[in-house]
């Protein structure tokens, strides 16, 4: 439904941001696809789908991988792995459709690499906004 990327990287003013889903069904690549909002006053960038499967509809092991550039020069942000099936409602009493999950700075594969916090602010996450089907 939603990627947030929240504490905006300081290396990415000015260049594309997109990401790379890979999954046993292939890679989806939301490069001139799903162009990212901006929201600098309130620090994130935000890609979002459309319709009820949002950004792709997901299943099993997942990898996501987010990249910056311009026209010469690209490079790989960071990446995170996930499985679908341990995404379950926060309130299962609720019949709750929607599932976010939310991974840290530390959590991240090469983020988590800037412990002096030059690219990365100390805060940075991501949050994966899912909706069940």
């Given amino acids: 439904y939603s990627i947030r990327l929240v504490g905006i990287p300081r ?4 260049k594309d941001v997109w990401f ?3 999954s046993v069904d292939g890679k989806f690549s939301s490069k ?3 162009p990212p909002e901006r929201r600098p006053a309130d620090d994130y ?3 979002t789908g459309s319709g009820r499967t949002g950004l792709a509809a997901l299943n099993g092991d997942i990898r996501l991988e987010f990249f910056c550039g311009g026209m010469f020069d690209t490079e790989k942000m960071f990446q995170f792995w996930f499985n679908t099936r341990f995404l379950v409602p926060e309130n299962e009493q609720d019949d709750a459709e929607n599932v976010d999950l939310v991974l840290t700075k530390g959590e991240l ?3 988590c690499k800037d412990t002096k916090h030059t690219k990365y602010s100390d805060t940075f996450k991501v949050v994966l906004s899912f909706v069940s089907p």
């Fill in 11 to 14: 290396f990415t003013a000015g």
């Fill in 109 to 111: 594969d090469k983020a």
């Fill in 45 to 47: 960038i935000m890609f």
């Fill in 20 to 22: 790379v889903i890979t």
């Fill in 32 to 34: 001139g696809k799903f």
